[in-house]
DNA sequence: CTGAAAGCGCTTACAG
DNA sequence: CTGAAAGCGCTTACAG
């Protein structure tokens, strides 16, 4: 019972080619058909129906964002959140739609190869997975469109947009070096990802190019999750770290409460570096330094990318790979607006 | 290029109407010809393209999940993410995908009518909107199913998913009065949504119910987001409350900011607590007593109101409201584990 | 500039 | 139990 193209055909008086002309705004129609067309369009308030127009036009303007579950869980920061802002906002501009994919546990395997081929999605956003992640076979094998946010080894040829984790990490820890930190640990990401390891990468060459050696009793291993952060730095402690390069602020939430219980003081003792800017580093409390990370952009521009390759196929992948940018705030110590604030 | 139930029949040597039997699982073919066409689809690894099915059908198995930009912006706590991990879960198992839509301040209007009326979505879940939200007109008019998460006073017949923000507020507040606490504060949350007056509501009530008269110089105005609880906090403080019931979370977060930058203790001068149960709430300190909502399970419950709605139309629309439930832990100074924990 | 016709990949009565 | 045929609501050459 919705209006449907031959009804506009059928008021307007025109034959249905017309009306489709106008209402995909081609040209080469009439200016009385045009207004008469789109007069009836309006009056009757008719919106195309998208799924015979997919089908007719063999494209349906429709987007896949796939979060793998591993992603959705241990991000329980707004990671996901502005990620799908980024994804939606451009998608939406370019008049396409966004369908969401979050991985079930039992029903991944089989789901996702439905999801790929269902004729509902003309490419696919690929939230970062772990490595070796069932998702990346299926997508070996799909002859749409993909963009991977988070670069992933094996899909070297896949279209990317990324953030630069070691160069992120370096930049970091370097920071910390320069403001006179010798001894300087670092609570690590998770291992099974790409981002986890570039950034234990980023650390150990700020040290090295710093002339030091990387001791690996100042490494603890992290997974993202805000519990290991607390591990982590309780891990640490014997080791009398004056500095900390965290893999990401969510850790760092937790090696703040770690340092609260034993009464060591941020940035005095110990000064702090995070990852991600997350919008609660800065209410953190002294409030943290870190690297933030693009992600709504990140979002936008896979988003741009994909939309593209799906309208003009014979476009070469991409690899964006953006810069983190260092936030200078009050726990690592340098920044003017640094008090002396005591953690208990 | 993609297989076809054209293929399938070919190849089989069926006809289309079997093999379409076949595949959608119905009755009144041969064992022999089910075996056959099963083994072909197999191999071929053919899935029904789901806009020609919907199409055909008028029916196309999606849901729209509705996200308007306000809540997305204000809950920058997992409110979004578990919403939808719950409304996925749900919708993957009943063999139905889930369209985004996140609202764009600018294309709002006209984009919510195409979203509502483009025929790839078979009804809505719209996750808690503002009063008086543009896309409340547009839902007068949809003739699709849908259901509300958090209800709407303009939209009183619709289904809705909620849980009993009253008796929430309320329970919190008795909880404080039974510890001994006598001069209860509130900061309130969004003056703009159905959850801010209901929760507000109820810690009056509460008050009422106790004995007590409600004090309006106790309470002070926030809108959920980290900062309305700080300043919110600081307006409080020289009414010298020792228990305030905090709206969110999050709202929880900033009022912790603010006692820490005061000196004073939680629970020992002030007892807190909060509502929603986010999973900071567990890890802050002292560790936060709130309200738990469930929201992923709300998710879930929207999704199987919805989609019963949409393969039986004839279903009266429902109201499901649960209570959200006391976790007690150190901030109110009721739990046995509570210690003395001094904030700074 | 406009229209008649075929076709996209399915489902669904209808006949047998 | 099986198949031929119409139809879902569009787009897109093709002809004029």
């Known amino acids: 019972m919705p209006v449907t193209l ?14 489709s002309r106008v209402i995909n705004g081609e040209p080469g129609v009439s200016h009385r058909a045009r207004q008469k067309i789109t007069d009836v369009v309006e009056q009757l308030n008719y919106h195309p129906n998208q799924a015979a127009r997919g089908l ?21 920061d707004p990671y996901f959140q502005f990620l799908s802002l980024g994804v939606s906002q451009t998608s939406n501009e370019q008049d396409f739609s966004v369908m969401l994919w979050l991985s079930d546990p039992d029903l991944e395997r089989k789901s996702i190869n439905k999801f790929l081929n269902n004729g509902l999605v003309d490419g696919f956003i690929i939230a970062s997975m772990l490595m070796g992640d069932p998702i990346i076979e299926a997508l070996k094998s799909t002859p749409r469109p993909f963009v991977l946010v988070g670069r992933q080894p094996a899909l070297p040829d896949a279209s990317v947009v990324d953030c630069d ?10 920071h910390l070096l320069k403001t006179g930190r010798k001894r300087i640990a670092t609570i690590t990401g998770s291992e099974g990802m790409q981002s986890g390891i570039n950034r234990i990468e980023g650390y150990q060459k700020a040290l090295q190019d710093w002339g030091l050696t990387v001791n690996h009793a100042l490494i603890a291993k992290g997974d993202y999750t805000e519990g290991s952060g607390y591990f982590g730095m309780f891990q640490l402690l014997p080791e009398k770290p004056d500095a900390v390069f965290i893999a990401s602020d ?81 726990s690592c110590g340098s920044s003017a607006l640094a008090g002396s604030i005591t953690l208990r």
Chains 1, 2 share one sequence.
């Open 6 to 19: 031959e009804d506009i055909a059928e008021v307007s008086g025109y034959s249905r080619s017309t009306v």
């Open 56 to 76: 007719a036009a063999g494209q349906m303007n429709n987007i896949g964002l796939i979060i793998p579950e591993t992603v959705s869980f241990i991000f329980n």
């Open 165 to 174: 984790n070691v160069q992120g990490a370096y930049a970091a820890t370097q």
């Open 250 to 330: 969510n850790m760092a939430h937790g090696a703040y409460r770690a340092l609260k219980e034993v009464g060591i003081r941020v940035p005095d003792d110990i000064a702090i570096v995070g990852f991600d800017d997350i919008p609660s580093a800065d209410q953190m409390t002294p409030s943290l330094t870190t690297m933030r990370q693009p992600i709504r952009k990140m979002g936008n521009l896979a988003a741009e990318i994909l939309i593209n390759k799906i309208n003009y196929p014979d476009t070469d992948s991409q690899r964006i790979i953006l810069n983190p940018e260092l936030v200078v705030r009050q």
